[in-house]
């Protein structure tokens, strides 16, 4: 049971330019969201938050959108690095639990020279 | 910056043999986690340890996973008879420092072969 989807696996965008990842989740009972990004050979690393009482969470160039109503997220990110080629995890917690993450099934960003 | 350190970084087994991959979460963390990445598949979510004892598992842990926090510092991962089907990344992560339980820190993670 797919409760996190991420419907694109592979993204590609020109250095400079908006990279915006999808995410579309199913529970309602989902009231925190992640974004993790993971390189090759390591370990996903936490990019961003936001809480089910926001709709929007800004940190520097990463920016993450809540729309509660339509069960969708997304992280935008602005200007696009070669740095940030990696994959992208969207994740979810539960209300009233805090220990079970649901994780999506990840977009590969490339970001082109 | 405090990391969550695994190993091995790869096992490569026998159908049937016991595995056990092991972790140290970040020091001042409270709640400990086992996930696993089946190659071209989502992450996925087996258990979550707190207070020296199992808070949640997934359908996957079963009964040849077991868990344990044998000292104050290591997180192990036991898989009592190996199966085709166990190969995958197995990700360790801790959570809950003074700034929040939310956030999870994970391991680099143990690539587990099963032959």
């Known amino acids: 049971d797919q409760q996190v989807k991420q419907n694109s696996p592979s993204l590609s965008v020109q250095e400079g330019r908006i990279s915006i990842l999808n995410c579309d989740y199913t529970?309602?009972?989902?009231?925190?969201f992640l974004w993790y990004k993971k390189y090759p050979a390591e370990g996903p690393t936490f990019l961003i938050s936001?809480?089910?009482?926001?709709d929007k969470n800004e940190d520097g160039r990463f920016t993450v959108f809540l729309n509660k109503s339509a069960k969708h997220l997304s992280l935008h990110i602005v200007p696009s690095q070669p740095g940030d080629s990696a994959v992208y995890f969207c994740?979810?917690?539960?209300?009233?639990?805090?220990?079970?993450?649901?994780f999506g099934t990840g977009t590969s960003l490339t970001v082109i020279p | 910056e405090p990391e969550v350190t695994q190993t091995p970084s790869h096992q490569v087994t026998q159908m049937g043999q016991e595995v056990i991959l092991r972790c140290v979460p970040i020091?001042?963390?409270?709640?400990f986690y086992w996930y696993r990445q089946i190659l071209g598949q989502k992450v996925e979510f087996l258990v979550s340890?707190?207070?020296?004892?199992?808070?949640?598992k997934s359908e996957i842990f079963d009964d040849q996973f077991s868990v344990e926090r044998p000292d104050g510092s290591n997180f192990t991962l036991k898989i009592r008879s190996t199966k085709l089907e166990d190969s995958a990344m197995y990700f360790c992560?801790?959570?809950?420092?003074?700034?929040?339980?939310?956030?999870?820190?994970f391991g680099a993670g143990s690539r587990l072969t099963v032959l």
């Open positions: 020091s001042n963390h409270l709640y």
């Open positions: 994740a979810a917690i539960p209300r009233g639990t805090g220990n079970q993450f649901y």
């Open positions: 992560a801790s959570s809950g420092d003074s700034s929040g339980a939310n956030v999870l820190t």
């Open positions: 340890f707190y207070n020296n004892e199992i808070s949640e």
């Open positions: 529970n309602s009972m989902f009231d925190y």
């Open positions: 936001i809480s089910s009482i926001k």
